[in-house]
């Protein structure tokens, strides 16, 4: 299993990545297809394409916290 | 395994015209999506807190509440108490995580992840060591006294003054009798509580503070006091 950091790929990128999996964005927070901000189903806040994860599970994205994060391989059993 | 991928995705991949991030070409895109579908990949934020948040799960501290906190939400506030100790010379991370804290389980679920981050739990147990008759019973305490722990705790931060801490104190254990006290502070915060420990003493007689350097927690920037009540 490979990790990509999203920290090293542009904000251009990171917007086409989105699009190609059915998102978009504002410039700052990652939209949904209905064109709401997506919310970090963990900690309830909208996730910015800045600091965003995006991990497996009906393709979760999360705020890149360590708390959303340990949530995540919690309930997914995933040991990334 | 988290690899640079400028090396492992080969073509595709342009250096960004400004800042030097990596710019993906569309073909690029689609290609990392088709591996990402097959589970092959995922897309991550910083490395450091994908190590922040897989160290704690196996240590042996997390490993010795595991037997004594069933609650899996408050165990895993204490775990978080831990990444907050693990991160804390990097004052932004330290903030931002203490923040998410709050903002999921309010300054409550903030305060019981103190109470691990600063060794306090570990201490406290220690005590309770001292006079325990069963691991049922040291299972029962930890988890009384982590959900109702304003009734057990100070943390005391720059607003407090002296008498005013002083007189929290003994409304506290006045009020809710707490097998042991403990007023804990950071910062500017510890030096109020080492300027009140005289009047501490004095004002919390159904108490003695614990002066064993096992449990006192005393340095530069950080003061936690442990008082146990006496035997009556």
Known sequence: ?80 | MTSDPIKKLGEGIGKGATEGFLEYSQNKIKELIALFKEKKLRFIGDKETIENAKQTKNSGELAFYKDYIQDKELLFIVRLGLVLRRIEKNSEKLQNLKEKIRKKYNIKGLHIAYFAQNGVLNRYVAILLDDLDSPAKLSEIISNTLNNIEKHTIFVNWRYNKSQLVKESTTITSAHSPEIFIISGVGSASKIIKESEESLINMLNKYELQKFSKFSISTGNKEILFFKRLIS
């Open chain 1, 1 to 80: 299993m490979e990790l990509i950091s999203l920290k090293k790929i542009s904000q251009e990128s990171k917007i086409l990545l989105l699009k190609e999996l059915g998102y978009s964005s504002d410039g700052e927070f990652v939209l949904d297809s209905e064109g709401k901000k997506v919310i970090d189903k963990y900690i309830d806040i909208p996730v910015r394409v800045d600091n965003m994860v995006i991990f497996p599970g009906s393709e979760l994205i999360l705020d890149d916290n360590e708390l959303s994060i340990m949530k995540y391989m919690e309930e997914f059993e995933d040991d990334l």
